[in-house]
């Protein structure tokens, strides 16, 4: 059982990405997109325990009507919160209310809309379809024949549904639970969120804050002490000490917490006009008056912001200089009082959204299936590799799982992440499966395994033959197929599923996720651009080579200093294209596709795309490569090159890139059998040893098979370090990496000046979230670098011989080596991991780290650990660790004296 705590300093983190693609349980919202993402316990309308007494942050059971035959029902057994990121209180799992009854929340705004979360566990069920019941908010039904064991996936297992709720005229949302096609309807816990209303009201999340005078931002002064003074400095995107958490409090009054350092903006208990305002350590309990803060809209999209203590407003003045207070003053009206609240940008922002398969509506014996973590040894399931560890699983006639279009828009396009079975004999097999739209048969996507593995056994690992039986080790269980959905668009409001009907042949299809959306025009050929089909190259034919024709059209263009237009359609290739300095760009990516034939007996070279640079946007790459047979994508080097809006799949490393003033950003990346996104210096190559200024931003990445990014400082080997250039300067800023099978989701192997901020990482079958220090025995050294802001979610695996992976390793990684000199000045601050598989954090060896305001919510053993061989030093400030299992601890230096631990105002622990 894991003990309940919710720190002042929880963090409630906003993205403004369409949803978040993966982990479908950190989602508010019930089979549909959101922007919020909930790491961290929030503040609420109502937190209720149903059918039970307060607990914690939980008030007793409230609001309840027509509940005749209704009862309490309890349980002493623990249950599994692994796969919610925001659980409740075991006490609330323990207890549910059951039968026909009805809760219905007052005093909300008529008109407003409220998130609404529904918390479950099945205790008294065995089985899925003993218990079956539906859910209805002010009269519509939001579930249907809702089965707790099968959308948990076992028994003893938590798991949530969320949804959005309009109060009625007179301020109320009635939650009304009643029978279905068996046993009893039940539910452990409601939640009502803030308000989502925008214009009066401000959403609780993460913000910048901005002087409409100075355009300045609230800065941190990058402090750590309590009372020092805020100021003023220009935008830094990725900076924590700009990012403020804004949390609305239970009075109206909100309370702005700094990202970096956990401190809260206070007023300095002053009522002196032009007194500068400060930061201050936040409350054991609610925030004092000194740290409320009244948020006032104005017109033109910018707010007041004055004390609640003093009713003073915070003013930027005139001066737009680096460095200057922010003052409190009375209400002058002036602009220098305004200010604008952008919200922070946390992952990638892209053009779809994405439905996990366990939450849709499952029919006809579809189910569920889930891992509990962590894994006996290192090998792995389909649900270990899948994103939030669980998938909807389709087997027999008239299976099916089902979404509701909440995305508020038409949707012309699917994305299907799926896992079919394997040839008796391996190879692979071909399959459909039908798309439904309001239970009217669309069309047939095809589907196959030829791509992946779906088997693994305790065996070797990357045998030579890889066949089910063979007793080798094979794994990569998921493939993704797209494709525009004929017909109609998908209204708002209408249901889209995936049902096995007779023609679809294979045994089982899993459905791990599905990405929607509504792809814009095809772009049209752009000026002084020469056109591949003018060279000789054929769309949609697989039988035409079209290799010599794009090397032509990118001969021309180089010569002529025009660009190449890739027009709509696939065009088939059979070797590697060389670009030198030249623009590469199509329709978009769900237009033009270059289709790579790599297991050809006359494929040349180990790339698809190579050369000293250039510019690739809008156009999509694909290959028959799989994990035996598959080559570089685009492997890049030289001076200021760009790749942008290109979708890369089963490539090995998909974007392999060095040189100077490179730039990887929009882009989406499915299936590589190698890294996503590497930024190198050429890992000592010969005439390519340069890796500055690289930057990785905004790019969405799932199931890798090493890392998802890298940054990799390192030289091929060993005697190739005496031409080694260390990294300078690589960024990695607002990207979203999902399910790696086999690496990390972020690798960070060296470099001078590294900067790996607001990104999302999720899942991993063996490895970290975050890897930080030398590629040892290859690697250069980590020199500097800042780590911060990135949530961290189910990270951690186990790796060859079943080591637990912890999900961030700070300091030399790998247990290479524990050389504190190999890392020095290595910032993490304001990171949130939550739910890691083992060890949240572990600490090898460094000199001059710092770790600062990391929250840890719910790992699976301890919250930080500093290994026995750790040497070296580091500062542990203003953490949060809470909700670790029965034990283990919140932080264990199990070093010698060679490590020195030291810091203050840590939650949970002293160093």
């Not at 949804?163 to 096609?181: E, H």
């Not at 025009?521 to 002084?528: D, E, F, V």
């Amino acid at each position: 059982m894991k003990m309940s705590r919710v720190p002042v300093k929880a963090v409630f983190l906003a993205t403004t990405a369409l949803a978040f693609f993966g982990v479908a349980r950190m989602v508010v919202a019930q089979q549909g997109p959101t922007t919020t993402l909930l790491p961290m316990p929030v503040p609420a309308v109502l937190r209720m325990h149903a059918g039970g007494s307060a607990s914690g942050l939980w008030a007793a059971e409230t609001g309840l009507s027509n509940s005749s035959g209704s009862s309490a029902v309890s349980t002493t057994t623990a249950i599994n919160t692994t796969l919610d990121p925001v659980p409740a209180p075991q006490a609330v799992y323990q207890t549910a209310r059951s039968g026909v009854f009805t809760y219905t929340v007052s005093s909300l705004t008529p008109g407003a809309i409220y998130p609404v979360k529904l918390h479950f566990a099945e205790f008294q069920k065995t089985a899925v379809g003993q218990r079956e019941f539906n859910v209805a908010i002010n009269g519509a039904q939001i579930l249907s024949n809702f089965d707790i064991f099968a959308a948990a996936g076992g028994e003893f297992m938590a798991v949530e549904r969320a949804f959005t709720a309009t109060a009625s005229s007179t301020g109320t949302i009635a939650l009304q639970f009643s029978n279905g096609a068996a046993g009893l309807a039940q539910v452990n816990g409601i939640e009502v969120l803030p308000s989502l209303s925008t214009g009066t009201t401000l959403n609780t999340g993460v913000y910048t804050l901005t002087s409409k005078t100075t355009g300045l931002n609230i800065d941190n002064n990058n402090s750590m002490t309590s009372g020092a003074n805020v100021i003023q400095y220009s935008g830094s995107a990725g900076n924590t000490g700009q990012q403020w958490q804004i949390n609305k409090l239970p009075n109206g009054k909100y309370a702005l917490v700094c990202l970096s350092n956990g401190l809260a903006l206070d007023t300095n208990n002053t009522t002196a006009t032009g007194s500068p305002a400060v930061e201050a350590t936040t409350q054991s309990t609610a925030p004092t008056a000194t740290q409320q803060w009244n948020i006032t809209p104005l017109s033109g999209s910018s707010y007041t912001i004055s004390g609640v203590s003093n009713g003073l407003y915070l003013d930027s003045g005139a001066s737009a200089s680096n460095g200057s207070l922010v003052s409190e003053n009375n209400s002058s009206g002036s602009a220098s009082q305004q200010w604008t609240l952008t919200p922070v940008q946390i992952g990638a922002v892209t053009p779809f959204v994405t439905y996990e398969g366990e939450w849709g509506s499952l029919q006809n014996g579809a189910t569920v299936i889930s891992q509990l973590v962590p894994q006996p040894t290192e090998f792995v399931t389909a649900a270990i590799e899948a994103s939030g560890r669980a998938y909807a699983h389709l087997t027999g006639a008239a299976s099916s799982v089902q979404w509701t279009n909440l995305t508020g828009r038409p949707i012309t396009a699917i994305n299907i992440r799926y896992s079919i079975p394997d040839a008796p004999t391996g190879g692979g097999i071909d399959a459909t499966l039908n798309l439904y739209v309001n239970g009217q048969l669309r069309q047939s996507i095809p589907m196959n395994s030829h791509q992946t593995w779906t088997y693994e056994t305790d065996a070797t690992y990357f045998g030579s033959t890889e066949t089910p039986g063979a007793g080798e080790s094979a794994f990569m269980y998921w493939d993704e197929a797209h494709a525009f959905i004929s017909g109609a668009a998908v209204q708002p409001n209408d249901t889209i599923a995936l049902r096995v009907d007779t023609q679809n042949t294979a045994a089982y299809y899993d459905i791990d996720a599905i990405d929607l959306e509504a792809p814009p025009a095809p772009l049209s050929q752009p000026p002084n651009s020469l056109s591949v089909v003018n060279y000789g190259a054929v769309p949609n034919n697989s039988g035409t080579d079209n290799t010599p024709f794009f090397q032509a059209a990118i001969n021309d263009a180089f010569s002529k200093k025009e660009s190449v237009w890739i027009p709509e359609g696939t065009y088939y290739l059979s070797s590697q294209l060389s670009v030198n300095s030249v623009t590469l760009q199509g329709a978009g990516m769900w237009y033009s596709t270059l289709y790579w034939n790599v297991q050809s007996a006359n494929y040349t070279g180990n790339n698809q795309i190579t050369g000293p640079g250039g510019t690739f946007e809008n156009f999509a790459m694909d290959s028959n490569g799989n994990r035996e047979a598959h080559k570089y994508g685009l492997n890049l080097s030289g001076t200021n090159w760009k790749i942008d809006s290109v979708w890369l799949q089963h490539a090995g490393p998909s974007i392999w890139v060095q040189g100077t003033g490179g730039l990887a950003q929009n882009n989406r990346i499915n299936n590589s059998f190698a890294d996503g996104i590497n930024l190198n210096n050429g890992n000592g190559a010969s005439g390519s040893n340069t890796g500055n200024d690289l930057t990785a931003r905004n790019n969405f990445v799932r199931g890798t098979g090493d890392d998802g990014i890298a940054v990799n400082d390192a030289a091929s080997n060993p005697p190739a370090v005496t031409s080694f250039v260390q990294m300078q300067s690589p960024t990695v800023l607002q990207n979203t990496v999902v399910a790696p099978w086999w690496a990390d989701c972020y690798g960070i192997y060296g470099g001078t000046n590294i900067y790996v901020a607001n990104n999302i990482g999720s899942g991993g079958a063996r490895q970290n979230g975050i890897d930080s220090g030398p590629f040892f025995p290859i690697g250069g050294k980590f020199e500097s670098g800042k780590i911060q802001g990135n949530i961290l979610f189910q990270n951690g695996g186990k790796h060859r011989g079943g080591t637990p992976q912890p999900a961030v390793t700070a300091g030399v990684g790998n247990n290479w080596s524990y050389d504190e000199t190999q890392v020095t000045n290595e910032l993490l601050r304001g990171n949130s991991i939550v739910n890691a598989t083992f060890n949240a954090l572990q600490v090898v060896a460094m000199q001059n780290g710092q770790i600062t305001n990391e929250v840890i919510n719910s790992p699976g053993m301890d919250g930080i650990e500093i290994l026995p061989s750790s040497q070296g030093n580091a500062l542990f400030d203003n953490n949060d660790v809470f909700d670790i299992p029965t034990g283990f601890s919140p932080f264990i230096d199990s070093a010698s004296t060679a490590f020195s631990a030291t810091g203050s105002g840590n939650t949970g622990f002293t160093p």
